[in-house]
């Protein structure tokens, strides 16, 4: 009788770690206008003017961090001058970001103010604890080269961003902006009402998650261009590359969720990531009144020097 109980209330917890992250999640996407194609992913069409800005200092910044100065490209050539000085862009990183440098700094500013306006007109600025950053442009070529995906934390494995450091009580978003978005996009996971907290842990490799891989059902669904996408982070995800797809350039973005019962006093952010978080309002005064620097010259190959560290040597400071 005492082993049915025990059973009985341990399959009842399992279910609540999933319905308690359903409930956060829900009070915040039901804010905005958006379609969810699982009970953890909300995908909102952004206002076409926010885009647009978007979009210009997004494609600015690339353009920027490119190894000749042309001024700013637009999407196709912009997308062909990537391909073609692959070699000889030495800001990104395996993973595709485009590590902000000191010739860039302006430039990865006015990216973060656009992302910003975005966030505001959502209206779910009450939601969010504190930013990670710096926030990541990134290419993703059509091509990959084998030795990248065999890295500890290669995109290309379904994980969850938390076994990278970040907090399991974040949001991530996604937005396509220009390229093969559609067949070079981000394939998502919904968990299992099996679901337990433990196992968005931190993890040496993304490898190490296979077995919980398995318990995950794949989502039918790819973000559009031009819309923002937001996942909770017990959605697993992964790059995916259909045959044939060309190259994309996308940004990504996570935040720590203010939800009900959270601890307050703690955001679980792993000690290797103390540095990389940010006040939500100072977030919003980000090439107001404070600024990004960044002190890397363009001609240093990033690194991030062990595995949970962003590649970017990021310092804030106030605007003169
Ligand atoms: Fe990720």
Request: with cysteine; aromatic share 8%; glycine share 6%.
């Amino acid at each position: 009788m005492k082993k049915h109980l025990h059973i009985t209330s341990r399959k009842k917890n399992k279910g609540s770690a999933l319905a308690r992250r359903i409930k956060g999640f829900s009070e915040m996407r039901r804010i905005f206008e958006h379609e969810a194609p699982g009970p953890l992913i909300a995908v909102h069409a952004i206002d076409k003017e926010l885009l647009k800005h978007l979009q210009d200092t997004v494609a600015t910044y690339v353009s920027k961090s490119l190894p000749f100065d042309d001024g700013p490209l637009e999407e196709k050539n912009l997308i062909n001058a990537y391909e073609e000085f692959e070699k000889s862009i030495l800001c990104v990183t395996p993973n595709g970001i485009i590590v902000p440098k000191r010739n860039t700094t302006l430039e990865f500013n006015n990216v973060v103010k656009a992302l910003m306006k975005i966030v505001e007109n959502l209206g779910i600025s009450a939601f969010i604890k504190s930013w990670y950053i710096p926030l990541n442009v990134r290419i993703k070529f059509g091509r990959v080269h084998k030795k990248d995906l065999k890295r500890a934390h290669a995109t290309e494995t379904t994980h969850s961003d938390s076994w990278t450091g970040l907090s399991s009580e974040s949001v991530i978003i996604h937005i396509p902006l220009f390229g093969d978005t559609y067949h070079n996009s981000v394939h998502c996971y919904d968990p299992p009402l099996t679901f337990q907290e433990d196992w968005l842990a931190p993890r040496l490799s993304y490898e190490e998650g296979a077995e919980i891989v398995k318990r995950y059902k794949p989502i039918d669904f790819v973000c559009p261009k031009g819309s923002v996408m937001m996942l909770d982070t017990a959605t697993l995800h992964s790059t995916r590359r259909l045959p044939g797809c060309g190259s994309r350039i996308s940004l990504d973005a996570a935040f720590v969720l203010r939800k009900e019962g959270s601890d307050e006093n703690c955001d679980g952010i792993h000690p290797m990531r103390e540095n990389e978080h940010l006040s939500p309002e100072i977030m919003s005064l980000i090439g107001k009144e404070y600024m990004f620097v960044f002190s890397d010259s363009p001609d240093e190959i990033v690194t991030s020097g062990d595995r949970f560290k962003h590649a970017a040597n990021i310092r804030l400071t106030r605007k003169l």
